[in-house]
């Protein structure tokens, strides 16, 4: 065992660390180590045990077989306050915040300084203390934060901060960001690396869990690519590219660029005339948006997420009645006729959070998959289910969707990301739309889920569907795309080609004149 | 993997089984400090609950007193069944109905009312009629509830909680002294009218005379299987668990969780009445403001529907048991040379007290035997959420709270 602590020991060593759940192998004997002032990234697909291995790390599991060691020397971690007491900070790809307390409060819960003042006897909260120090780590790293604000009504961006703000309170000296840039804008996103910069040059050591090639290529010093609970190589930034670790990702040569032939648009299908709607706070999120989807084409709206897209969406698919304008699907006006008028006129929704809207997790495939057409026969008749139709429903688009990970009886809860998403796009590909309206489809998704999605889009394309693509992905939206609308303020503000450059639509997106292209 | 079906329904029978033995124990334990002798008082309100009719050595006299014995366990557990539906279902659509009491009760009113009027009707006919209004009005006045709910965002606890009293003041009024509905023989008592004897529900066993099991259990029963078949085979039941899994998912889906919110509350409004109606017709006959105010099936009922898992059998199975307990602590049916009588009403307080805390907690399940938590109401869900830690730990949709969790047993 080493004992002597030399610049060249590695702050983190995990060591053939094997995590089991019953039979299932999430973790396989991964190696895995860290130095001070080193980003590492840990990249692979949904469920290929990046969490898994960082919850062994900070103790919510604990591992079946291998060790940890800290500083060179074996640790034992059973609980997040051994991972805190051995300076392991965590930034979750959830945040966990009391919603109503300040900022301040937030990051000192837990750990508050309570020394006796001059007016406050011992064990009361140093407000101004707490508040001192907040204000001097968020100073030294960069990270802009209101400290007197309350959690929720900051941003998203500053509840991140805050949540790294937190672990470096708790002198953290190895932190583990999972998935940190799910949430962010891409302003946000540049923020955090600047952050993650300084962070680095300070010393601290930091573990970068991400799905996304682009960004780890970006920050990363060293990358580890998880596949199916497998280490399956550990490579430097130099040389690497999105093609080579894709590979890795994936098992195999991943094609980046869609194929797609040129479209054939035929009549339009889906006509929106000054559409208004208000959000769920009543302030007015769509704003007079007009636009028109024909058959045969993918036109996708593009813009800073909280422009008014959720909401244009739902006015449109009858989940969220507008105010005023119109929608009509082929003829059909079915403005604020809600969702089974949408329906029936022929619109499916891939909607834009499988878990929350578009899957009801304990339901089986089976009867998720019945979600839309439950009401008709075969699958009801005069009220009454008739399961065996249920069955032979899932069992058709399991097979048809390849949808792995269980059978008509399954709780969706227990598929992976991927596969639930397949089962969100096999449910309203099979009900046969006019429109598909396909909102952040491919959103938390791997590299071979968001290939089958795109090529799933076109091919409804090709089938002559109209398809309406609401994406904040700039990458994804230029692939598919044969028109791209960009929204601003709830209003459809310009219209490019697919050939538009990354600047054009920048400057769109945030509200700039643009010369049509 | 995915375990079995059989092991999943094991799990699914054992956990309240642990439950319910584990507050035997409590209890027991009660009885020891208290200087009473644990498997003898048991063994004395085992018998008092008249289970021992089922073992065919008791003969003779005892088997009489113990077929009495078994048709009160009956006829208490079958209301029971009702109001334990009452509440399971609302906890199906995700709502926690507290009202099944004041459902209950003005049922009842509506049940001795229309019971004790229009005498010259066809008795059969009038029977039905009234046990019909009694579910209905039930239903109207659960529903109240629903349609704030949707309307107005109002809690169904509190507003349920709030309709109680309304019933239970009304109703106290309506029989009291000079109240509208006093009977006209009652002199002085709070008390209603007597339905006359043609019109009470028929005994099918034992002897009317002395509260023979009349068909309600019957109709408990088949309320339960009705129960079963629209959550499990219906358009409407599909709904009902949609909204109560995922309410933006079902309204996503085209379906209106106000409606959902409103249809079913309605439903546990018309199981209670239905509990109100049997008991009525079955064996009360009159209503007093007494009875009124002291009468606790509707919330019994969430007790049983706590324990049965919101499951029709497991309703069924939890009312049995609470009926015999029931029944089995009531003085008159105990041997006091096993157990002080005063003391035995007390015990199935602290019993029944026991078994909603074992079960609100799962307590017993989840540090003891290292078994998963159930997950919501209803079935376990726990192994598929261990699951999905495992296979796709980075989805948005995990609870925080739950990957905090540590697994259980480990």
């Not at chain 2, 033995?21 to 009885?31: D, K, N, P, T």
């Not at chain 2, 008092?48 to 366990?73: K, S």
């Not at chain 2, 001795?112 to 009005?137: D, E, K, R, S």
């Amino acid at each position: 065992m080493r004992t002597a602590v030399t610049d060249t020991t590695p702050v983190l060593d995990l060591r053939a660390i094997t995590k089991k759940f019953g039979p299932v192998v999430a973790n396989d004997r991964v190696d895995f180590d860290l130095h001070a002032g080193e980003v590492h990234a840990l990249l692979g697909e949904n469920g290929a045990g990046k969490s898994t291995l960082m919850s062994v790390l900070y103790g919510l599991y604990s591992p079946t077989s291998g060790e940890i060691l800290v500083d060179g020397r074996p640790a034992k971690i059973s609980s997040p306050n051994d991972a805190i007491a051995l300076g392991i900070g965590m930034v979750h790809q959830h945040f966990m915040f009391i919603p109503v307390m300040t900022v301040t409060e937030n990051i000192v819960l837990g750990n508050e300084p309570v020394k006796a003042g001059p007016t406050r006897p011992a064990g009361v909260l140093d407000r101004r203390t707490a508040r001192l120090r907040v204000q001097e780590l968020s100073d030294r790293y960069g990270l802009a934060v209101d400290p007197d604000a309350r959690i929720e009504d900051v941003s998203v961006g500053m509840q991140q901060r805050v949540e790294i703000l937190r672990a470096l309170y708790r002198s953290a000296r190895i932190l583990v960001l999972d998935e940190p840039t799910a949430v962010l804008t891409a302003q946000e996103i540049t923020e955090l690396m600047a952050v993650l910069e300084r962070l680095k040059a300070d010393g601290t050591a930091i573990v970068f869990i991400s799905h996304k090639l682009g960004e780890v290529l970006a920050i990363a010093d060293r990358i580890t690519v998880l596949r199916r609970g497998r280490a399956v190589g550990t490579v430097p930034r130099a040389g690497a590219t999105e093609q080579s670790l894709a590979r890795m990702v994936v098992g195999r040569d991943v094609i980046f660029r869609v194929h797609k032939e040129p479209a054939h648009p035929e009549l339009p299908i889906l006509t929106v005339e000054d559409l208004h709607a208000r959000d769920d706070r009543d302030l007015e999120a769509v704003r007079g948006a007009t636009l028109s989807v024909r058959a045969g084409e993918i036109v996708a709206v593009a813009g800073v997420e909280g422009n008014g897209q959720s909401e244009l969406v739902q006015a449109i698919t009858g989940i969220r009645e507008p105010t005023s304008g119109r929608v009509e699907v082929d003829g059909i006006d079915i403005t604020g006729r809600g969702v089974r008028a949408a329906t029936a006129a022929g619109v499916a929704h891939i909607t834009e959070d499988r878990h929350r809207v578009g899957l009801v997790l304990p339901f089986t495939l089976a009867e998720n998959l019945a979600l839309r057409r439950y009401r008709q026969p075969p699958l009801s008749r005069h009220g009454w289910l008739n399961l065996k139709a249920f069955r032979a429903l899932a069992e058709r688009l399991i097979d048809a969707f390849d949808v792995r990970g269980g059978g008509p009886e399954t709780p969706a809860s227990a598929l992976s990301g991927g596969n639930q998403q397949k089962l969100c796009v096999a449910r309203e590909i099979d009900s046969d739309p006019k429109l598909l309206v396909a909102h952040q489809p491919t959103r938390g998704l791997d590299v071979g889920a968001i290939e089958f999605v795109h090529s799933q889009l076109i091919d409804q394309r090709d089938a002559g569907k109209a398809v309406l693509l609401v994406s904040l992905e700039s990458e994804e939206v230029r692939a598919l795309a044969d028109r791209i609308l960009v929204i601003y303020e709830g209003k459809i503000v310009a219209e490019f080609s697919p050939e538009a450059t990354d600047e054009q639509l920048g400057i769109a997106m945030t509200g700039g004149m643009v010369a049509a292209a | 993997m995915k375990p079995s079906r059989l092991a999943r329904t094991g799990r699914s029978v054992l956990i309240p089984l642990i439950t319910v033995l584990s507050a035997f124990v409590l209890a027991g334990l009660v009885m020891l400090v208290t200087g009473n002798h644990p498997l003898s008082s048991y063994g004395a309100i085992f018998d008092g609950t008249g289970l021992n009719w089922l073992f065919p050595w008791v003969t003779g006299q005892n088997r009489t007193i113990a077929a009495q014995d078994l048709q009160q366990t009956l006829v208490a557990a079958a209301p029971l069944v009702l109001t334990g539906l009452s509440v399971a279902f609302a906890f199906r659509v995700g709502l926690f109905n507290i009202g099944a009491q004041g459902q209950y009760t003005v049922a009842s009113v509506i049940a001795v009312w229309i019971g004790t009027i229009w005498g010259g009707m066809n008795p059969v006919l009038h029977i039905v009629l009234a046990i019909v209004l009694a579910a209905l009005i039930g239903a109207v006045w659960s529903a109240l509830a629903g349609w704030l709910k949707a309307n107005t965002g109002a809690h169904e606890v509190i507003s349920t909680i709030m309709l109680n009293w309304v019933a239970i003041w009304v109703a106290s009024y309506l029989f009291q002294e000079g109240g509208p509905l006093q009977g006209k023989q009652a002199l002085g008592n709070p008390v209603s009218n007597t339905i006359a004897g043609n019109l009470h529900l028929p005994v099918i066993w034992g002897n009317p005379e002395l509260q023979g099991l009349d068909v309600g259990v019957f109709l408990a029963l088949i309320a339960a299987a009705l129960y079963w078949a629209i959550i499990r085979r219906s358009t409407l039941g599909y709904e009902v668990r949609a909204v109560g899994h995922n309410p933006a998912a079902a309204t996503a889906s085209g379906m209106s969780v106000a409606r959902s919110y409103i249809v079913t509350m309605a439903i546990c409004g018309a199981f209670a009445g239905l509990a109100a109606g049997i008991d009525v017709f079955g064996w009360e006959f009159q209503v007093s403001s007494t009875t009124i105010s002291t009468s606790e099936v509707g919330f019994l009922g969430i007790a049983v529907a706590l324990l049965g898992r919101n499951t029709a059998i497991g309703t069924v199975a939890a009312a049995l048991l609470f009926g015999a307990l029931e029944t089995g602590t009531a003085a008159i049916n105990l041997n006091p040379s096993a157990i002080n009588p005063e003391l035995a009403p007390q015990l199935t307080l602290i019993i029944e007290g026991l078994v909603v805390l074992l079960v609100s907690t799962d307590l017993i399940a989840v540090r003891l035997l290292g078994l998963p938590r159930k997950v919501g109401w209803g079935r376990p869900q726990a192994v598929a959420a261990a699951r999905r830690d495992t296979l796709a730990a980075d989805d948005p949709a995990l609870d925080p709270a739950e990957a905090l969790r540590p697994e259980p047993g480990l």
